[in-house]
């Protein structure tokens, strides 16, 4: 174990040493330095070598434990077995992770390991006439950043749902599902070919519909569970084409031979050689696929209704893992994007216009699990923003620390709603941090909240930074706007957290129970409501991810003393193909902001736009409030915008525009469908059915039963045969 | 008008008993039996019509044997009357199985076989 902590310090020592050594030098000089290092060098692809076998573990442990879940279940096995078994197994996986690491942070060269041959066509002699998909992993930083807090955080949320789904009549069930999705992410990540990718990617999405439905009893947790996988179809579609044109123009979908020539491209690019369109329409139809898993606009709509599933699957899969793939995906594919400025442009612009876009809805949601879904959203925008403006560092930096503080938020949601039976409406909780027994909880959530907001110094306040300065300083992208927007965004995230934070954890002592009970522990025998405070697993798990989401930003404080603005996790994107070449797209190194070089003047810019969110969030929501309903503060403010809160409660009224303009058209074209098909050819088929019954029906009266008349019958055929011979004879 | 006819008939002297004879009384018979069998409808009576009819195709079967010194003919009109002595056996049984049953030998008490 040792070992491993010193390789993955060995990734920061170089950082760490460049920071020691401009230690003297004044923070400002240190920011343009390191901008500096942004030249426009094509990218270079290391042929990969071969890689640890143990690695196929990552994969092999968490279908086992899938696998044993699905046995449990056949056997009818009661009891806590599946959530230990999982847990166990996952945490296998995690170790495996932390080994393969070690391994990775040695070698300069992408490892690749062959798990076993999967598909191997071949149609003619011709590279490009064949198509090779193995079932290998691909093993470089950027996979073991995915790969170490996909199965640290499966971990952790494993066994806090070891807990909360106690008493649940889907226990191994849900276990299974929940192991088979982190099989699937693994594959997503660590395939070496989009094949395998692109497995994972709709494996990830069976394993989301089958979880967000989890309560297949609950005709809204039916409906999201469709919406989700639908409107992931559309996406998919996107991907599944790029998938096609990558193999046209590439003639492979192995990432080393993908990439192999995408670096020769970046090479022509150098030297002044145009891109065919057919290769720059690739990033375009990939960005699709990753709007469509990464909730953006105008794909984003599943999210939201994604919380009909228990929370544990709402931390996961729909905050932490899975909507991130998108943001993998671009980011591992890169230097295909800076091929075409406009696909990063395209990203930038969606990325930022949905963060802004669904914090605003955000502001207005009284379903706490819900604002944390549209914060959700609203943060994925940073990370497109951060692709799109080619800061994949920054993109890398946000997954991870929102990775942590976000499944935090969600799980200490997820504590509330288990105790309050279901009850989630931030007008009908208050006072919590007051009550016996939710010490934990509150301050879990108190350092996710601020990890959110963009509190200085937290690690949310790091990653966030990273990007938003990046935005102002990367040529071509609508100058300034993108940046501006983004810091209104983060405003706005501030206000809208700590509205949660001031109405349900602190003020008066207040609440009223939901309308679900946990199976064992039914409080409807009209004694009254007792909520349960949450037990030892729920609140080991709380406090490891807050300590983590804490602990995140240690590293990022020590290289802001000295003088970087690098994070941690900076130097694993570094050492991928996520590294930004910066071949198309140039770098202003004499942008400013408010007249300094925006990476050094974001820190107060942004953090003090952060202090303002909370302190408007704590006049309106926790200055003078007596109730858990309302407060002064918040209705003035609501007099104050009028109908544009109701509209923003409403979502924009998005859902009812798609309705509108797709679904209504759709049921109508479904109806005639319908018509054609019952009138049509429902008609043939069934004319073919009629005919027969109806000669059979005018052929019946000749058996009448008379002996007499099938005779005369006999004899005059025999008279008629007669006749004929007389006549033909 | 045929010579056979005319013999027949006896418009003419010649009072040679041809093949032709027997052919018509074969015929006369067969007809007789089928006219019967049509027109009545005593289960017992329609059996015997049909006897008539077997014993009306015997006899032109004998008489083309005869003509064509053949005694196919002969052989095969005594195995049609061994079959049908066993069928007559059968058949009467039937009709008294049936009568049982019916308290009539009317065939239109077993019309319920119709479609």
């Known amino acids: 174990m040792a070992g491993i902590i010193a390789n993955l310090m060995s990734g920061l020592a170089p950082t760490l040493a460049t920071a020691h050594g401009a230690a003297g030098h004044a923070v400002t000089n240190g ?46 096995i009661k009891g806590k077995f599946p959530a230990w078994s999982t847990v166990v197994l996952l945490a296998g996986s995690f170790v495996a992770t932390l080994m393969a690491a070690g391994t990775v942070f040695q070698s300069n060269a992408p490892l690749i390991v062959h798990g076993f041959d999967w598909i191997s066509l071949k149609w003619g002699n011709v590279p490009g006439q064949s198509l090779t998909a193995n079932f290998s992993l691909f093993l470089d930083q950027l ?68 979880l967000i ?139 930022c216009l949905t963060a802004f876009f669904a914090a605003t809805i955000g502001m207005a949601t009284y379903d706490i699990k819900r604002v944390m879904a549209y914060s959700t959203v609203s943060q994925l925008g940073y990370m497109f923003l951060g692709l799109g403006v080619l800061s994949s560092a920054g993109a890398g930096n946000h997954v991870v620390t929102h990775a942590f503080f976000k499944a935090t938020l969600f799980l200490a949601c997820g504590a509330v709603m288990h105790g309050f039976a279901g009850q989630l409406d931030l007008r009908r909780l208050s006072g919590l941090w007051h009550m016996k027994g939710w010490k934990i909880v509150s301050a879990s959530m108190l350092v996710g909240c601020l990890c959110l907001a963009g509190f200085p110094l937290s690690a949310g306040f790091f990653s966030k930074d990273m990007i938003i300065a990046e935005s102002f300083v990367t040529e071509g992208f609508g100058g300034s706007l993108l940046g501006l927007l983004a810091l209104l965004t983060a405003g706005l995230t501030a206000y809208y957290t700590f509205r949660v ?50 602990a995140a930003s240690i590293p990022y404080l020590i290289m802001w003393f000295g003088a970087s603005h690098d994070g941690w996790i900076t130097g694993l994107v570094s050492h991928s193909t996520a590294k930004a070449s910066n071949i198309t797209v140039g770098v202003d190194h004499t942008a400013t902001f408010l007249g300094a070089n925006p990476h050094f003047i974001m820190y107060f810019v942004s953090g003090g736009i952060g202090i303002v969110g909370i302190l408007v969030a704590w006049l309106l929501h926790f200055r003078g409030r007596t109730e858990a309903a309302t407060s002064p503060g918040a209705e003035e ?52 059915g009629w005919m027969p019954r109806a000669i059979g029906g005018s052929l019946r009266p000749s058996q009448n039963g008379f002996l007499q008349s099938y005779a005369v019958g006999m004899t005059g055929g025999l008279a008629l045969l007669l006749v004929i011979v007389w006549i033909v004879g | 008008m045929s010579d056979a006819m005319s013999h027949f008939l006896a418009l003419t002297p010649m009072a040679d008993v041809t ?48 003509r064509w010194m053949d005694h196919n ?3 095969f009109v005594i195995f049609v009357l061994t079959i049908a002595a066993a069928e007559a056996a059968l058949a009467l049984a039937l009709v008294v199985l049936l009568y049982r049953k019916k308290h009539s030998l009317d065939t239109e008490a077993w019309a319920q076989l119709r479609g």
């Open chain 1, 637 to 688: 403010a609501a007099r104050a915008v009028g109908p544009i809160l109701t509209w923003a409660t409403n979502k924009w009224y998005v859902d009812e525009f798609y309705d509108f303009l797709l679904r209504k058209p759709l049921w109508f074209l479904a109806h005639v469908f319908y018509f054609i098909d019952a009138l049509l050819v429902d008609g043939i088929v069934n004319l073919f």
């Open chain 1, 31 to 76: 920011a343009h330095e390191a901008a500096a290092a942004h030249a426009a060098t094509p990218f270079e692809f290391i042929t990969p070598d071969a890689g640890p076998g143990f690695a196929l573990l990552i994969l092999a442990l968490p279908l086992l434990a899938s696998v044993l879940c699905g046995v449990y279940a056949a056997l009818g």
């Open chain 1, 143 to 210: 996979t073991v950043l995915w790969m170490l807090f996909v199965t640290g955080l499966a971990t952790l949320i494993a066994l806090y749902a070891s807990e909360y789904m106690a008493g649940d009549r889907g226990y191994a069930r849900f276990f299974g599902f929940f192991a088979l999705f982190v099989f699937m992410m693994s594959c997503l990540v660590m395939g070496d070919s989009l094949v395998l990718l692109y497995l994972g990617w709709e494996g990830v999405g069976l394993c989301s519909y089958l």
């Open chain 1, 501 to 550: 934070f001031f109405r349900v954890f602190v003020g008066p002592v207040e609440y009223h129970a939901g309308d679900e009970h946990h199976g064992d522990d039914a409080h409807d025998d009209g004694h009254g409501f007792h909520p349960h405070a949450p037990g030892w697993a729920i609140n080991t798990v709380l406090v490891t991810l807050s300590a983590f989401a804490l």
């Open chain 1, 213 to 351: 439905g989890f309560l297949y009893k609950k005709p809204s947790a039916v409906a999201a569970a469709k919406k989700a996988f639908i409107v992931n179809r559309i996406g998919d579609l996107g991907l599944a084409l790029g998938l096609m044109l990558a193999f046209t123009q590439f003639g492979s979908l192995e990432y080393k031979e993908i990439f192999r020539q995408v670096a020769e491209l970046q090479a022509g690019v150098a030297h002044g050689h145009e891109v065919p369109w057919s290769i720059r329409a690739i990033p375009l139809l990939l960005m699709v696929g990753a709007f469509g898993k990464s909730a953006q606009l105008p794909l984003y709509v599943w999210l939201p209704d994604a919380m009909e599933g228990p929370t544990p699957v709402s931390a996961l899969i729909h905050a932490a893992t899975m909507v991130t793939a998108g943001v993998y995906l671009i980011a591992r594919f890169l230097p295909v994007f800076e091929l075409n400025p406009a696909a990063l442009n395209t990203v930038a612009w969606i990325g």
């Open chain 2, 19 to 66: 093949l032709y004879h027997y052919l018509v009384v074969s015929a006369a018979m067969f007809a007789l039996g089928l006219v019967g069998f049509v027109s009545r409808r005593n289960m017992i009576v329609m059996f015997l019509c049909t006897e008539l009819m077997f014993q009306g195709a015997g006899l032109a079967m004998i008489a083309f044997g005869r």
């Open chain 2, 73 to 75: 003919g002969e052989v």
